[in-house]
């Protein structure tokens, strides 16, 4: 798929996308803001080496100090451990279920290559991360002592505090949720995209119509310029009609269902009364195209005759409803696919705008070439009207046209269309 398409679905899916982003962004700024502050306290401690009076006390210290990391982790786990908090909780004199101590966290770590510990607390208040801290600290330098005969531990650092809570973040957490939500957003459009591609792939191809089960006005195009092609190659006519229903004045103030059935029977009646390898399509608004492969116009006469008979012979009926038809239809004919589709169709409908004889009227739109004239590789087509009545031609040219409520294609066989 090229990147135009992408962007073609994005655009069209953009109130998803902003969607999305919203709602995300919301979350995130209601999760941070909803959140309790986490303010930090931290120390440093160190752990010196003393001097030695004796060799052996020289000889104890070097074989412990190659030992060092384990001294630094042994003091790590004395300061964190569940001993030096209940009695840090004693130094400093409050109730630890009252100031919920539990929501403070403890930890000691060994900064790279150094002697030195470095103990942070964090907590919901700094007052209170500022006072443990220092609690645990007094605790572990006397828990330590003994351990480690010639490493005692003391403090370097005081306690400091953080201004500003370190978690969470709503600036960065909003940044956060809108990605997501745009992220989630264009992909919930490609999704709804494919899933829906399947069906509207069968909607293009069904060359039924929904309601009244005869071919749709997709298909009838299609055919209409295949038989163009094959009239050119075959040096063949082809016609083409635009039949209008005229229902009786009552047919409006039915129900649109009983409308579509009444349809329904007309568009059957007109298969029946085809010739093989015509067809009839429903174009909409009462009006209905046919195609009258290799015939010309006045064989596509006789057909459109027979047809108004028919109709006009029968009352439909659909439930409690009755009605009647009359119809009107405009005809044209293209010898050797002399006309493009567009043109058929444009010709059509001005032949049934032009019929004024009333109902069951047809008016035929015959395209003759010219004699051949020097100077003229190709001599232009011309159109003789002529109705069912045998009325006196009229000869039509190119210009005009009458409104079939459709929207022709332009495929012509010929590439210099006239």
């Not at 978690?167 to 999704?191: D, E, H, K, R």
């Not at 709804?192 to 929904?210: A, T, V």
């Not at 069912?388 to 079939?404: E, F, H, R």
Request: glycine fraction near 6%; aromatic fraction near 8%; charged fraction near 20%.
């Amino acid at each position: 798929m090229e990147l135009r398409e992408y962007l073609r679905i994005l655009l069209k899916s953009w109130w998803i996308i902003i969607s999305l982003a919203l709602v995300s962004l919301t979350g995130a700024l209601l999760f941070s803001y909803t959140r309790t502050p986490i303010y930090e306290s931290s120390s440093t401690y160190v752990v010196r080496l003393q001097s030695f009076d004796t060799p052996s006390q020289t000889m104890y210290g070097l074989d412990t100090l190659s030992r060092q990391q384990r001294i630094f982790s042994t003091y790590c786990q004395v300061i964190t451990s569940n001993a030096s908090r209940t009695d840090a909780y004693a130094i400093m004199n409050i109730d630890a279920e009252a100031a919920k101590l539990s929501d403070y966290t403890v930890s000691c770590n060994v900064l790279p290559d150094s002697n030195v510990l470095r103990v942070a607390v964090q907590g919901p208040s700094p007052a209170v991360a500022s006072r443990l801290n220092e609690a645990i600290g007094t605790v572990g330098i006397q828990h330590t002592q003994g351990l480690y005969n010639y490493f005692p531990l003391d403090k370097l650092d005081p306690v400091a505090v953080t201004e500003t809570p370190s978690y969470p973040n709503p600036t960065q957490n909003g940044i956060l949720g809108a990605a997501l939500g745009i992220i989630m957003g264009v992909s919930l459009a490609f999704i709804i995209h494919y899933l829906r591609s399947p069906l509207e792939r069968l909607e293009g191809l069904s060359i039924r119509d929904r309601k009244l089960g005869i071919y749709n006005d997709r298909y009838f195009q299609q055919r209409l310029v295949e038989e163009i092609h094959r009239a050119r190659a075959r040096h063949r006519p082809t016609s083409l009609a635009l039949l209008r229903l005229i229902p009786d004045e009552d047919f409006v103030l039915f129900p649109e269902q009983v409308q579509d059935k009444l349809l329904r029977q007309v568009a059957v009646k007109l298969e029946d009364n085809m010739r093989q390898g015509d067809i009839v399509a429903y174009v909409g608004q009462q009006l209905f195209g046919i195609l009258l492969t290799e015939a010309p116009g006045d064989e596509a006469q006789e057909v459109i005759a027979r047809l108004h008979d028919a109709i006009r012979s029968l009352t439909f009926r659909a439930d409690d409803y009755t009605t009647s038809f009359t119809s009107q239809t405009g005809i044209v004919e293209s010898s050797g696919g002399a006309l493009s589709a567009k043109s058929m169709i444009s010709k059509a409908g001005e032949a049934l705008g032009t019929t004024d004889a009333g109902a069951n009227s047809i008016q035929l739109l015959r395209a003759s070439p010219r004699p051949f004239v020097a100077g003229n590789a190709e001599a232009e087509p011309e159109y003789v009207a002529q109705s069912s009545n045998d009325a006196p031609t009229l000869a039509l040219g190119l210009a005009g046209g009458g409104s079939t409520g459709i929207d022709p294609i332009d495929a012509s066989p010929d590439s210099n269309e006239q």
